[in-house]
């Protein structure tokens, strides 16, 4: 497990964070993904619903 020294020089059992980023901008296969499983999902909780809606 690693530690962080502090300024003063005590040590703490935080983790250390890692470097901020900026995301980049979605590629148009990452894009076409997405929706399709976006439509996957949909459909999934659409049919669940509707199953429920006979067994009920």
Do not use: H
């Not at 690693?2 to 296969?29: R, V």
């Amino acid at each position: 497990m690693s530690y962080i020294t502090e300024e003063g020089g005590l040590l703490n059992n935080f983790a250390a964070e890692p470097k901020a980023y900026a995301a980049e901008p979605l590629t148009a296969k990452q894009k076409k993904t997405n929706i399709v499983l976006i439509a996957v999902a949909v459909i999934a909780v659409g049919g669940l619903c509707a199953f429920a809606a006979t067994l009920s």
